[in-house]
C-alpha cells in the first residue's frame, strides 16, 4: 500500500511532520494582514490628504486607484516571475518594497510624489496574493485541508485591515500623518525581516506536493471560471468604491478622524467574520444561494448607511462588513474548484488581477460621478451595480457543477 501511494504520489509524510505547514501558513498569513492593512490604511489618509493637498474627489480616487491599479496590474508578471526567481524571495521582497513605500509617503509634498509613492507600494503588494495563496495551497494539497488553510489566510487578512488602520486613526490623534505612516513603513521592513525567517525555517518537500497536486486536480470549467472572474470584478469594484466614499459620508454626519478609524475597524470586524462565517454557508446552502443573500443584503445595507444618522451608521457597519466581505471569501473559495492544479497560480493571479484591478477603477470612475452627483448618489448607484452579481452567481453555480461532474472518481 506504501508503495502504491508513493507511485501516485499520495505519501503520508507531509502529515507526519506538521512544522513545515504551520510555518507556511503563518507566514502566509503575517504577509497578508500587514499587506491588507498596509492597503486600508489609505482609507483613512485620504480625508487629511484631501485637505493637506486640496485635492478633488477625482483625485482621491486616482491616489486609491494607483494603488490598487499598480497591484493588480503586476499580479501576473509576479506569478510568471516567481517561477524564476522564488515565490517566497519574491513574497519578502515585495513586502520589504511596500514598507519602504509608505516611508516615501511619509516624505511626499505634494500630489506627484504621493501618487508615485502609493505605485511603488502597489508593486510591492502585488507578490502578496497570487504568492501566498498558491503557496499555501501547496503546501496543504498533500496532507489535506486546503480550504481551511485559506479560510484562515483570508481571515488574516481582514484581521489586518481591521486593526492596522484602527491603529493609524488613533496614532493621528497624537502624532502627525506623516509620522503615523513612517511607522506604517517600518511596520512593512520588520515583516519582511520576520517573512524571511519563517520561510527560511520551513523545509517543504516541493516536488511530493506538486504530485499530489496534480493527482487530485479536477477537470476544471472555462465559462465558470469567466463567470466568476466577473462576479468577482463587480463584488469588488462596489467594494472598494463604497469604502473610498465611506469616509465621506461619516465626515458628513459629524465623525472625527478617530470616529472614521472606528467605523473602519467596526466594518472589518464584520468582515473578518463574514469571510469565516459565509465559508460555511456556502457550504451548507451553496455558492449561489449564498451570493443571492450576501450581496442583496449588501446593496440594502450600503442605501442604509446614506440616510442613517452617525449612531445608526456605526451600529450598521459591522453587520454590513459581513455581507460586503462575506461574498469574497465565497468566490474566492471557488477558485481551485474551477481551475486546474497545474494552472491554480496562475488562476489565482488572473482572478486577483481582476477583482483588484476593478477595485482600482471604481474609486476613479465614482469619484468623477461623486464630483457632479453628490457622495449619496455616486453610492446608491454602487448598490445597484451591485446586483448585476446575482445572474452572474448562476453562471458560476452551472461550472462548479460541470467542473464537479468531470472530476476524478465520478
Known amino acids: 500500500m506504501t508503495d502504491l501511494n508513493e507511485k501516485i504520489g499520495l505519501s503520508e509524510a507531509p502529515p507526519v511532520d506538521a512544522s513545515p505547514r504551520r510555518r507556511t501558513l503563518l507566514a502566509a498569513c503575517s504577509a497578508h494582514a500587514v499587506h491588507d492593512g498596509l492597503t486600508d490604511v489609505i482609507y483613512v489618509l485620504l480625508p487629511i490628504w484631501q485637505l493637506q493637498f486640496g485635492l478633488s474627489f477625482a483625485q482621491i480616487g486616482l491616489l486609491r486607484g494607483a494603488y490598487s491599479g499598480t497591484m493588480a496590474g503586476f499580479q501576473l508578471l509576479v506569478s510568471r516571475a516567481a517561477k524564476r526567481w522564488g515565490r517566497e524571495r519574491m513574497l519578502v521582497g515585495g513586502t520589504a518594497l511596500a514598507g519602504l513605500a509608505y516611508l516615501f509617503v511619509g516624505l511626499a509634498d505634494g500630489l506627484q510624489l504621493l501618487?508615485?509613492?502609493?505605485?511603488?507600494?502597489?508593486?510591492?503588494?502585488?507578490?502578496?496574493?497570487?504568492?501566498?495563496?498558491?503557496?499555501?495551497?501547496?503546501?496543504?494539497?498533500?496532507?489535506?485541508?486546503?480550504?481551511?488553510?485559506?479560510?484562515?489566510?483570508?481571515?488574516?487578512?481582514?484581521?489586518?485591515?481591521?486593526?492596522?488602520p484602527a491603529l493609524v486613526g488613533v496614532l493621528l490623534t497624537v502624532v502627525s500623518w506623516r509620522t503615523s505612516?513612517?511607522?506604517?513603513?517600518?511596520?512593512?521592513?520588520?515583516?519582511?525581516?520576520?517573512?524571511?525567517?519563517?520561510?527560511?525555517?520551513?523545509?517543504?518537500?516541493?516536488?511530493?506536493?506538486?504530485?499530489?497536486?496534480?493527482?487530485?486536480?479536477?477537470?476544471?470549467?472555462?465559462?465558470?471560471?469567466?463567470?466568476?472572474?466577473?462576479?468577482?470584478?463587480?463584488?469588488?469594484?462596489?467594494?472598494?468604491?463604497?469604502?473610498?466614499?465611506l469616509p465621506f459620508l461619516l465626515t458628513n454626519k459629524g465623525a472625527g478622524t478617530a470616529g472614521i478609524g472606528l467605523a473602519l475597524a467596526l466594518l472589518f470586524v464584520g468582515g473578518a467574520f463574514g469571510k469565516l462565517l459565509c465559508g460555511y454557508l456556502g457550504a451548507r446552502i451553496g455558492m449561489m444561494k449564498t451570493v443571492w443573500l450576501t450581496e442583496s443584503a449588501t446593496a440594502l445595507l450600503i442605501i442604509l448607511a446614506v440616510y442613517l444618522p452617525l449612531t445608526g451608521t456605526l451600529v450598521m457597519l459591522p453587520l454590513l462588513g459581513l455581507a460586503l466581505n462575506g461574498t469574497s471569501s465565497v468566490l474566492y473559495g471557488a477558485v481551485p474548484e474551477l481551475s486546474n492544479a497545474e494552472k491554480r497560480e496562475h488562476a489565482f493571479a488572473l482572478f486577483y488581477t481582476g477583482t483588484?484591478?476593478?477595485?482600482?477603477?471604481?474609486?476613479?470612475?465614482?469619484?468623477?460621478?461623486?464630483?457632479?452627483?453628490?457622495?449619496?448618489?455616486?453610492?446608491?448607484?454602487?448598490?445597484?451595480?451591485?446586483?448585476?452579481?446575482?445572474p452572474l452567481s448562476w453562471c458560476v453555480q452551472r461550472g462548479l457543477d460541470r467542473a464537479a461532474q468531470r472530476a476524478p472518481g465520478r
Do not use: C
Open 115 to 164: 501618487l508615485l509613492a502609493l505605485m511603488l507600494g502597489g508593486l510591492g503588494a502585488s507578490t502578496q496574493h497570487p504568492l501566498a495563496s498558491s503557496m499555501v495551497s501547496d503546501t496543504f494539497e498533500a496532507g489535506g485541508g486546503v480550504k481551511e488553510a485559506l479560510s484562515q489566510y483570508n481571515f488574516a487578512g481582514d484581521i489586518g485591515k481591521m486593526l492596522i
Open 356 to 390: 483588484i484591478g476593478g477595485g482600482a477603477l471604481a474609486p476613479v470612475l465614482f469619484g468623477r460621478l461623486g464630483d457632479v452627483t453628490g457622495i449619496p448618489v455616486a453610492v446608491m448607484t454602487l448598490a445597484a451595480i451591485l446586483l448585476l452579481t446575482l
Open 181 to 245: 505612516v513612517t511607522l506604517m513603513g517600518l511596520l512593512g521592513l520588520v515583516a519582511a525581516g520576520l517573512l524571511g525567517w519563517l520561510i527560511a525555517a520551513r523545509n517543504v518537500p516541493a516536488s511530493r506536493l506538486h504530485k499530489a497536486a496534480k493527482v487530485s486536480t479536477g477537470s476544471g470549467s472555462v465559462s465558470g471560471l469567466r463567470a466568476l472572474l466577473v462576479t468577482g470584478v463587480l463584488d469588488s469594484a462596489v467594494r472598494m468604491g463604497f469604502l473610498t466614499f
